[in-house]
């Protein structure tokens, strides 16, 4: 009985394992948390064996071949050198700007010079970009590490965007409506866009928007992505790590790759450009969680359990709001891997545990702890739970939703395993017992 109803999705066709498909049609609100389970086992086997007939292909790019007249579109772009500008330059922003810079330097594909643009402020009473186009350093949001000559600072957006290409964004997620408002009309049509902001924005009447969608909608560009397991210091000091594009379209997907990676990070393009960013988005809220349980002085296991049961609700979350979506996708570095690693090193773990231990507000504490850097799982916990509550789904995702309350004083962070305990994924068996039932009716008549 219960395999039967497990079962049942993949013989209706829903599951498309052999693509690695969450689910491609129009959702239906009646997945469970053990349907998910499933697809994971089912996923896991697939994922291996689909790598294996996709062999001819590089591994870093999933789908992307050489065009027909055999030149690919990087070659093409050498006669016309692309001009990049890094819209941001905080932490992550200045930490990108480093391999965006030197790379510009090296291919023949972009123009050298890149344009950085850096929210004015005075740092010990001079202005940061002057600090920066002087010293090739961001001393407020990357200290100790060199930017490369060739990125400019520029302290007006439309400045640094006009003329470029391929605009890059990374700005904390709160500001890009503003920027995306002054940059209209003002930049290149045929420009592209990578969007390296993990959050979500409230869309008007109700639910959430994608930032990439904002962009594209606003500005008239299309939009990729770019999310990992990506702390912004460990790159900027070159550690080895891997990251995820999600672009759909395959002249971009090389040229941005291209900009991006270096021998120490490593970039996986795939076409799953939603869940590659809700992936980013969320995972912040998990961090919250897992800041929760260091807070309260829990242990591993815990923070274990946290991390899993939200990585199901991700995975729930995608199902429901962004059908189509691969669940391959999750095992990519924006998903598993991003949720690891912003759950023990990330700024959203940090402050999340001294909310714990200090009993200040997220606020106070983003400002005496972060140096002006900000904070996303918060604000993205309350997007996602205003969208939840409006549909009446908020007992889906207990664990987005306790991050939220307790976030917001709701509950205390006392309550929050008390929220996880009774989750859905534990509700239910993945077992098929219909054989054990079998026997022991065999066991009893043989007694008789
Ligand atoms: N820091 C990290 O390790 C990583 C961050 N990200 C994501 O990258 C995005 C950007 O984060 P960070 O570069 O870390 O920024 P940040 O949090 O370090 O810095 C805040 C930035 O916001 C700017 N700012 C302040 N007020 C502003 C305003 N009114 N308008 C425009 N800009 C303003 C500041 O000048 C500063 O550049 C976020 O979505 C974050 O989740 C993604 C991967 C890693
Ligand atoms: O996104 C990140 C790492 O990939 C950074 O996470 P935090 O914002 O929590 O530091």
Redesign the pocket.
């Known amino acids: 009985m219960c395999m039967a109803r497990i079962w049942s999705p993949l013989s209706r066709g829903l599951w498309k394992a052999n693509n690695l498909q969450v689910r491609p049609s129009a959702p239906t609100l009646s997945l469970s948390y053990s349907d998910i389970s499933v697809a994971f086992t089912v996923s896991v086997r697939s994922l291996f064996s689909s790598r294996r007939l996709h062999s001819p292909q590089p591994p870093s790019t999933r789908y992307f071949s050489i065009n027909k007249s055999g030149i690919s579109s990087v070659q093409m772009a050498c006669s016309n050198p692309k001009q990049v500008c890094i819209i941001?330059?905080?932490?992550?922003?200045?930490?990108i700007a480093r391999i965006v810079g030197s790379n510009a330097l090296r291919s023949k594909n972009f123009d050298e010079r890149v344009t950085m643009y850096?929210?004015e402020?005075m740092f010990n009473g001079k202005k940061?970009t002057e600090i920066i186009n002087e010293t090739h350093e961001n001393v407020k949001?990357l200290p100790g590490r060199k930017l490369p000559p060739n990125v400019v600072a520029v302290p007006d957006v439309v400045e640094a965007a006009k003329d470029a290409d391929v605009l890059i964004f990374?700005?904390?997620?709160q500001?890009i409506r503003?920027?995306c408002a002054t940059l209209l009309g003002k930049i290149k049509s045929t420009a592209i866009a990578l969007s390296?902001?993990?959050?979500f924005d409230r869309a008007e009447g109700g639910g959430i928007d994608l930032i990439s969608h904002i962009i594209t909608r606003h500005l008239k560009i299309p939009c990729s992505v770019l999310?990992?397991a990506?702390?912004?210091?460990e790159?900027a000091d070159e550690m080895f790590c891997e990251t995820t594009i999600g672009c759909k379209d395959a002249t971009a997907g090389p040229l941005l790759r291209e900009i991006i990676q270096t021998n120490y990070f490593r970039v996986v393009v795939v076409d799953d450009e939603d869940t590659v960013e809700v992936c980013?988005a969320l995972k912040?809220i998990v961090a919250c969680g897992a800041g929760f349980v260091d807070g309260l002085g829990l242990g591993d296991n815990t923070k274990a359990a946290v991390i899993r049961l939200g990585l199901m609700e991700m995975v729930k979350f995608v199902d429901v709001f962004y059908p189509g979506g691969k669940l391959a996708t999750f095992f990519e570095s924006c998903g598993v891997a991003d949720l690891i690693t912003t759950c023990y090193g990330?700024?959203n773990r940090k402050v999340s545990e001294a909310f714990v231990r200090t009993g200040k507000s997220i606020k106070e504490l983003e400002d005496e702890m972060?140096n002006?850097?900000?904070l996303?799982g918060p604000y993205t916990a309350e997007e996602v739970s205003y969208m939840l509550k409006i549909k009446g789904m908020e007992e889906q995702f207990p664990l987005f939703t306790a991050i939220h309350k307790i976030c917001t004083g709701q509950l205390t962070p006392k309550d929050f395993i008390d929220c996880i305990r009774n989750h859905p994924e534990h509700m239910g068996s993945r077992v098929d017992y219909s054989n054990l039932e079998a026997l022991d009716i065999e066991c009893q008549n043989s007694k008789l």
Not at 88 to 95: D, K, L, V, Y
Not at 196 to 199: A, D, E, P, Q, Y
């Open positions: 941001g330059s905080g932490n992550w922003g200045s930490a850096v929210y402020e940061l949001y990374v700005v904390p997620h500001f503003t920027l390296l902001i993990k959050g999310m990992g990506n702390l912004a210091n790159v980013g912040n990330g700024r972060l002006g850097q900000k996303q």
